[in-house]
């Protein structure tokens, strides 16, 4: 099989790396780069557990190969916060308790903060909408949406 | 279900040149497969119904992504262009704003910034969600083989579950649509299990247009307005339903009309039992959304 040189800058830091065909941007995440924050759920696009920013827009990593990152601009939700400084996406989920288990949260702030940067104040129903790939299976979505409320109350992503 | 995080192994090409696609694809034959968004591909291949040697990327070829309006030829979507993208295009939201909906109806965010119209239609998925606008807009797809480009109408191209008039060796690079008519509006109506983000138990599209201005045709004696419905998951194919809109350019528009189409509508389908849904509750629901398709849309072409 195959291998690729690609260059691609995972949370503001350039990686030179060399990836197999069928290595999957998670698998680049999780396995070389050591950011756990992307988890493997359902491995078929359905969980959003996997949700990463590619050039600004939310997609599912375990549906994206590493070689097709080339050249991209990727940010995962270690790179919400800076300087130990929550953003206020982060800090509406702990105030409202919007966590769980936690499984599925890093994906869930990366969808809700790309919302956020598109649509600044955003309706309970598009907060719905843009959260349809983001399963929660402890099923605690009224605290979800009511975090992304306030964070949207309080000024965006 | 077993997550499977890996793929099984294959080589990745990103191609360049139409030309070298038509050759790996000559080389290779059914070892061969081509990548888009991979929403589909990657699931199949996880799954084990697919094992390809080869996985041939296609959507950096020139004009792959690109979506064009021009006044006179119409909308050209690239292939590769993303689900996403189509629904936000200003020119699509103005001029084909049912298939901006048809697009934005798909799985969810995340997948439509992968998932590609392209992808959607050449799967030959009875569910396909972008099919029935497709149709509706009299959409032809572009394809291109050994023997260069070829053009099939939308209402020639979905022949059975995952078959379509794309053959062996060909890719599809885009998709055109007529410019639409002067007036007109539309509407698909999909029936998932949840609200967003499933496949579609049913899927129902409603296009209504008259050729001129309204108050030029309003007194016309016979029917200024023409309607065309299309189905989605409820066939071997997603279809016209041609005697539904038989029955709409015969009589005048009303509930009467409408509630008859919808009858000749839900005999148009053929849908099957799956975990989605029963065969019957399917047939009902095509003649539900019908009717409310064909309200909803006569009520915005009065306005």
């Known amino acids: 099989m195959a291998n690729h040189s690609i260059s691609v800058t995972v949370n503001g830091s350039n990686e030179y790396l060399t990836v197999p065909s069928n290595m999957t941007l998670l698998q680049l995440l999780r396995e070389r780069l050591a950011i756990t924050g992307p988890k493997n759920g359902c491995s078929a696009g359905e969980c959003g557990a996997c949700t990463v920013l590619m050039n600004g827009e939310p997609v599912n990593s375990c549906m994206v190969l590493a070689v097709e990152a ?6 995962t939700v270690e790179n919400l916060a800076h300087d130990g400084l929550l953003t206020s996406l982060q800090e509406a ?28 104040h955003p309706t309970k129903e598009e907060i719905q909408e843009a959260l349809v790939g983001n399963l929660c299976r402890c099923t605690g979505y009224l ?15 | 279900m077993t997550a499977r995080p890996g793929l099984p192994s294959f080589d990745y090409v990103r191609a360049s040149a139409l030309d070298e ?28 119904f697919i094992s390809p040697k080869i996985v041939v990327d296609v959507k950096h070829l020139p004009g792959m992504r690109g979506i064009i309006y021009d ?27 049912l298939l901006a909906e048809a697009a934005n109806s798909v799985a969810s965010y995340q997948l439509r910034n992968r998932a590609t119209l392209g992808g959607n239609l050449s799967n030959g998925s009875p569910a396909a969600d972008t099919a029935p606008a497709t149709l509706l807009l009299e959409g032809r797809i572009v394809l291109y083989g050994q023997n260069g480009e070829r053009e ?15 053959q062996a060796g060909e890719l599809m690079t885009a998709v055109r649509f007529p410019v639409p008519p002067a007036h007109s509006a539309g509407q698909y109506l999909k ?9 579609a138990i049913a899927g129902v599209a409603i296009f209504g247009f008259s050729d001129g201005p309204v108050e030029q045709v309003a007194n016309l004696p016979n029917l200024p307005y023409r309607f065309r419905i299309a189905l989605a998951s ?36 053929s849908p099957i039992d799956d975990v989605r849904s029963s065969a019957a509750y399917r047939r009902a629901m095509v003649r539900n959304l019908t009717l409310r398709g064909l309200r909803n849309v006569w009520e915005q072409l009065r306005k």
């Open chain 2, 21 to 48: 696609v038509t050759r790996l694809l000559k080389e290779h034959g059914e070892a061969a497969r081509l990548l888009m968004g991979g929403t589909d591909l990657f699931v199949r291949m996880r799954d084990g």
């Open chain 1, 143 to 157: 605290r979800i949406i009511q975090a992304v409320q306030t964070a949207a109350e309080e000024g965006g992503a």
């Open chain 2, 152 to 166: 099939a109408p939308a209402n020639e191209f979905f022949l059975g579950p995952g078959k379509t008039a794309m």
């Open chain 2, 71 to 97: 006044e006179q030829a119409g909308l050209t979507i690239g292939a590769a262009a993303t689900m996403n993208q189509i629904a936000r295009h200003p020119d699509v939201q103005t001029h084909y704003p």
């Open chain 1, 70 to 75: 080339d050249g991209a601009e990727v940010v």
């Open chain 2, 191 to 199: 029936l998932g299990r949840n609200k967003a983000g499933d496949l």
């Open chain 1, 93 to 120: 989920f702990l105030e409202h308790n919007a966590v769980q288990c936690g499984f599925c949260t890093p994906g869930v702030l990366m969808s809700a903060h790309a919302l956020l940067e598109r649509n600044p």
């Open chain 2, 234 to 269: 409820v066939a071997p194919v997603p279809l016209r339903a041609l005697e539904a809109e038989e029955v709409l350019a015969a009589s005048p528009p009303g509930e009467e009309t409408f509630a008859l189409a919808a009858e000749k509508a839900m005999q148009a389908a």
